[in-house]
């Protein structure tokens, strides 16, 4: 490892803080564990209450005050009454408030603290739209009470229901749901009588809202793989926090994902336009709220006196095959590489997750899993890392010649003249054929496999809730060490597949610098030394999968260069072709010679184009 290793190693780290800092750029102080979750548990226990409720219709209620009240005014009072419906994979329960969704529980599921995994469930969630009750006046659908129509069991194994109101002089307003057996999907039809006086102009202006709550351990690095994506004229786009965008064009979906579910509102014939806005994050460590969105979508009807209005809800996991057979590009809201880091997606969608899948058909552990991608990757890149173990086996045959070097050029004070070792060692290295860049091909090689697998470890729900050895979930950090409160740059835990990141690239950071030319600048020769005790603070809070692979990767590492140096490679035979390589002609680019004359005359202090001082001859 020499000058140009090590400043790759720093280009690693650069860019690793880099990637960081742009994913984690909204990201707080590290949520201490074991603080109050009694919103997000209250809101799950209230969901379950409907447990108890049996599936009534919805009859209109007037009392007294407001008996006089006819139409759509009408349904503006009213108690609410819940129904359930049920399938293979959740469990939706829907109001006659509004006539839709208030609660949907994933059944195969649960959250950290051991809840089932319950969206949809805050009053912050809304889907609703503007209708004319009267020529004067307007109601959100949201705040009207439907009639229901009941629960109906379809041939096919899926399960139906709608809602009802009623307005005057015909008009009514009817939304109508159906859920598959084994689907995460619920299509969703509005159906509208009488629309070209219930709409103004033949447009109706759809408004939803949804919140998503803190299922994971760690709700700060959950915020972190949130995202707010849509589908817009077939480009898929996403929306930054705290920030909003104006959509004018077709829209086909819009989703709010949170690191391993998203709920996505579909448009069977696209919304023509509007807008999404990424609500307030809130700040409060304590707070479960992971993320508010808000989108308002535009669909142009016509003045059709009976129109429809298809539309589907997705609300489920973050699965790329679910994902990619519900909607066109959904997929995308699985992180496999976005934005600045998009040229990752390849390598995890042809290689990594075929690869991974492939082990995970014949074998149980996650763990074992991960260590096999591992060993791919590794055998991938051998032909490259071999060419890189060559080199720096010429650099150690080297090493002899370049301490006689020093010596040569140490005056009698002992001060070293590193300017003409730098371009007597240059010259060296030509004549001996030896790529002083060769030893930065590991460290190149290791930037797009760590982002990918950054990016597929931290969006892959399948490790969700997998143990291995004593990590108790792979998505997730293992904390086998845990403080008493948060300390900076750590968290309040230390997680034990770090260390082993960080002990064994430390092991790799000896066995390089052993090898090598010693380093004159002090900087560059403690360099290797530190960055790995850098991955302490960059690893600790990430998916324990990645530090396992990381670990993996690095014993791999150790045991390839051990064996390439001690059994493969004949260091008498680099020897004798770096003396032959020697008697050959050599020549010199225009490049090289200009490099030359430039340390030349660094090394004399006066550059070609620098001028002599007044008075000076």
């Known amino acids: 490892m020499d000058r140009n290793t090590v400043i790759g190693f720093v280009l690693l780290a650069v860019l690793l803080f880099l990637y960081l800092f742009l994913s984690t750029r909204n990201s707080q102080e590290l949520q201490k564990q074991k603080q109050a979750y009694d919103d997000s548990v209250a809101r799950v226990q209230a969901t379950k209450k409907t447990d108890t409720v049996a599936a009534v219709k919805a009859t209109p209620y007037i009392d007294s005050t407001h008996s006089s009240a006819v139409g759509f005014q009408r349904a503006e009072y009213g108690p609410e009454k819940l129904e359930v419906i049920e399938n293979d994979l959740m469990r939706v329960t829907f109001s006659n408030k509004g006539g839709q969704p208030k609660a949907v529980e994933l059944k195969r599921y649960s959250s950290a603290n051991h809840k089932p995994v319950v969206l949809l469930n805050s009053d912050f969630d809304k889907l609703s739209y503007a209708i004319k009750t009267t020529p004067n006046t307007s109601a959100q659908t949201a705040d009207l009470y439907f009639e229901s129509g009941g629960i109906q069991k379809n041939a096919d194994g899926s399960q139906s229901i709608s809602f009802l109101v009623n307005g005057d002089n015909g008009k009514s307003i009817t939304h109508q749901y159906s859920i598959p057996k084994d689907s995460y999907l619920i299509a969703f039809n509005v159906k509208a009588n009488g629309a070209n006086s219930l709409f103004d102009g033949g447009l109706v202006n759809i408004h939803w809202q949804n919140q998503a709550t803190k299922h994971e351990r760690n709700v700060t690095y959950e915020r972190q793989q949130s995202q707010i994506g849509y589908l817009q004229d077939g480009d898929f786009d996403y929306v ?294 850098v991955l302490l603070f960059i690893f600790n809070n990430l998916p324990s999968a990645l530090t396992w692979y990381y670990t993996v990767s690095n014993v791999i590492t150790l045991a390839l260069q051990f064996v390439i140096q001690n059994y493969i490679i004949d260091h008498d035979k680099i020897l004798a072709k770096i003396e032959e390589h020697r008697k050959k002609p050599k020549t010199k680019s225009k490049w090289q010679e200009r490099f030359e004359q430039v340390q030349e005359a660094q090394r004399k202090g006066q550059l070609p184009n620098q001028k002599p001082s007044p008075g000076k001859k």
């Not at 240059?426 to 930065?440: D, I, Q, S, T």
């Open 240 to 533: 930054f926090s705290k920030s909003q965008k104006k959509l004018d064009g077709p829209v086909q979906w819009i989703s709010a994902r949170q690191q391993f579910f998203n709920s996505t509102l579909i448009a069977e014939k696209n919304f023509n336009n509007g807008s999404v806005e990424w609500n307030h994050q809130p700040s409060s460590d304590t707070s479960a709220v992971v993320m508010k969105m808000s989108a308002d979508l535009q669909v142009k009807t016509g003045l059709e006196n009976v129109v429809s209005i298809p539309m589907q809800l997705y609300y489920g996991p973050n699965e790329f095959k679910v994902l990619k057979k519900t909607a066109p590009d959904l997929d995308k809201m699985v992180n496999l590489g976005q934005g600045f880091y998009s040229f990752v997606r390849p390598i995890n969608k042809f290689i990594v997750m075929p690869v991974f899948d492939f082990f995970k058909k014949f074998i149980a552990s996650y763990g074992i899993v991960i260590a096999l991608l591992t060993l791919f990757i590794r055998l991938l890149t051998s032909p490259l890392v071999y060419t890189s173990y060559l080199s720096g086996a010429k650099m150690k045959a080297l090493r002899p010649e370049i301490d006689k070097m020093k010596l040569k050029f140490t005056d009698k004070q002992g001060n070293v003249d590193n300017q003409q070792v730098g371009v007597e060692q240059m010259k060296l290295f030509r004549e001996a054929g030896v790529n002083p860049l060769g030893g930065c091909i590991p460290a190149l090689l290791q930037i797009p496999i760590f982002f990918a697998l950054y990016s597929f470890f931290s969006s892959n729900i399948a490790l969700r809730g997998e143990s291995f050895l004593w990590a108790k979930d792979l998505s997730s950090y293992d904390d086998v060490i845990r403080f008493g409160s948060s300390v900076w740059m750590i968290g309040d835990h230390i997680s034990l597949f770090t260390i082993t990141a960080v002990v064994t690239s430390f092991l790799i950071s000896i066995y390089n610098m052993n090898m090598t030319p010693d380093q004159s600048n002090p900087a560059l020769k403690y360099m290797p030394y530190i960055f790995p005790f």
